[in-house]
């Protein structure tokens, strides 16, 4: 039988999992407290591409949660990964935030803001600065047939009033206009957590992924071999688990009932 008493990596998800915009859910401070003196250790995982490490470490401060940069996998930290391994050398064209622009530059890889000739490589992310300018170009470079790359496919990210449009759903406009899919790079791939093993010296057996999205979180813990747990506090429902087919370790209500049975 599975039991979280003996998991040391502890791979948390953000959005709907531990926060909701400004408001931290019940339990979560105690919670990573918790693992820490279980001899354990958390990273904070997610598809979020729109922002840095720096943004999020605001919030944590803002939220009072203590938090460092090396607690913190991307999916960006995995796209450049990809790109650095498959794809180096490309001259890109993204579609994003110039935060991410900015994470791309400083791992030194070619930018171009306009569909020129010499663009090889065509990389969407969740772009809160999306503008239709960029939807043509990248229309221009999809059409021309350049490679395609997504951070993530989140249909969606939570907000206080609901839910605003993710990169899966910039995708989804740019397959209506051009019948091409990108290749994804975030969860539900395997990649952030295989980083996430290497980075920390954790064996699967000892790492749990958390999450409120079947098809990105717990999908990228069950891609990886690792056991997960499916939150109810933000996008997902229990009844997903059966329509979509995708089947958690567990299913809780959230951070406050994990907490409350991590020693059986």
């Not at 979280?4 to 401070?29: A, H, I, R, S, W």
């Not at 003196?37 to 470490?57: D, K, P, V």
């Not at 503008?131 to 206080?160: F, H, M, Q």
Request: net charge negative.
């Amino acid at each position: 039988m599975n039991s979280l008493k003996n998991k040391k990596l502890y791979l948390l998800d953000m959005d709907g999992t531990l926060y909701l915009d400004e408001q931290l859910f019940d339990g979560v401070p105690a919670f990573l407290a918790n693992i820490h003196q279980r001899g354990g250790r958390y990273l904070f995982l997610t598809n979020n591409s729109s922002r840095g490490i720096e943004g999020y470490l605001a919030k944590m401060e803002r939220l009072g949660l203590p938090a460092t940069a090396e607690d913190f996998l991307t999916s960006t930290d995995a796209t450049i990964h990809i790109i650095r391994k498959e794809y180096p050398d490309r001259l890109m064209y993204v579609v994003g935030t110039e935060s991410l622009k900015q994470q791309l530059r400083a791992a030194g890889f070619h930018l171009c803001e306009e569909p020129s000739a010499d663009v090889s490589l065509l990389l969407i992310g969740f772009d809160r600065e999306l503008t239709y300018r960029k939807l043509e170009d990248a229309c221009i470079l999809l059409n021309r047939g350049v490679d395609y790359l997504a951070t993530n496919p989140d249909w969606v990210c939570p907000t206080s009033f609901g839910f605003e449009p993710d990169c899966g759903s910039i995708c989804e406009m740019l397959w209506h206009a051009t019948k091409r899919k990108p290749r994804v790079i975030g969860k539900p791939q395997p990649e952030m957590v295989e980083l996430a093993l290497a980075r920390t010296g954790f064996s699967w057996e000892e790492t749990v992924v958390v999450g409120d999205r079947l098809y990105t979180d717990i999908a990228c813990g069950i891609n990886a071999g690792v056991d997960t747990i499916f939150v109810l506090s933000g996008e997902g429902k229990k009844e997903d688990i059966e329509e979509m087919n995708i089947h958690p370790t567990w299913t809780l209500s959230g951070v406050r009932e994990i907490l409350d049975r991590m020693d059986e």
